[in-house]
């Protein structure tokens, strides 16, 4: 069956570091998406992208960075992690629409603690 | 600012009742809204989706748009326990020539099932 993944589930880093987060879909989906959640400000997005090659900045998208080199992937890089940037992180995708269809269906969350 | 806005609750319903659950939001433009589930500790599940003007409905749920006033809501008959959880509202701000597949999410409002 078709599915998102993310990895790590759980990552806990120091400030300052590197930290890179992966999502994976098999749905064959172009489009991506990086969301946060923290308590009381919802899901909010990061960064995104449409297809191979094609990155966009979300609303918080500060501190974050994406890539998109083939069609399943698009991990999330915190060049240097920050305490703000404890948080749960989903990976999202859905399908190039033909309408004003964009279901997105959503992978696991990765819970990330920076100390 | 684009806004989707829900009452945080907890909204408590005892079983076998009727759990109505409401959604503003601000872009009239708005093409596309959705419904996600959310227990706590994992990733939000679309559960309903609409387009049109009305009702749809599936199973126990029916959603209802009023485009007009900015409205979508979403009702469950028959409350069961395993209806506990947080539940997303989710708008499209674009429509079909225009704004991607992006969504704006609501903070949640959460749902108590009581027995």
């Known amino acids: 069956d078709a599915e998102i993944t993310q990895s790590p589930r759980h990552k806990i880093t120091e400030t300052g570091r590197q930290v890179t987060l992966a999502c994976h879909q098999t749905?064959?989906?172009?489009?991506m998406f990086w969301y946060r959640q923290d308590l009381g400000h919802g899901l909010r997005l990061i960064h995104y992208?449409?297809?191979?090659?094609?990155?966009n900045k979300g609303e918080v998208s500060d501190g974050y960075s994406v890539s998109r080199s083939n069609t399943e992937d698009l991990p999330l890089t915190l060049e240097s992690a920050a305490s703000s940037q404890t948080s749960v992180y989903f990976c999202?995708?859905?399908?190039?629409?033909?309408?004003?269809?964009?279901?997105?269906?959503f992978g696991p969350g990765t819970r990330l603690t920076v100390l | 600012q684009k806004e989707v806005e829900q009452n945080s609750g907890p909204l408590s319903v005892p079983e076998g009742a009727i759990a109505s659950l409401n959604c503003t939001y601000s872009?009239?433009?708005?093409?596309?809204f959705f419904w996600y589930r959310q227990y706590s500790g994992k990733s939000p599940e679309l559960i309903m989706s609409?387009?049109?003007?009305g009702d749809k409905e599936d199973g126990r749920f029916t959603a209802q748009l009023n485009k007009a006033s900015q409205y979508v809501s979403l009702l469950i008959r028959d409350s069961q326990p395993s209806d506990s959880a947080t539940y997303l509202c989710?708008?499209?701000?674009?429509?079909?020539?225009?704004?991607?597949?992006?969504?704006?999410f609501g903070t949640g409002t959460q749902l108590k099932v009581e027995l």
């Open positions: 999202a995708s859905s399908a190039s629409p033909g309408g004003p269809y964009n279901e997105q269906f």
């Open positions: 749905w064959n989906h172009n489009n």
């Open positions: 992208s449409y297809g191979v090659h094609d990155t």
């Open positions: 872009d009239r433009g708005s093409q596309s």
């Open positions: 609409i387009y049109s003007n």
């Open positions: 989710a708008v499209n701000e674009g429509g079909v020539t225009g704004g991607g597949n992006k969504l704006t």
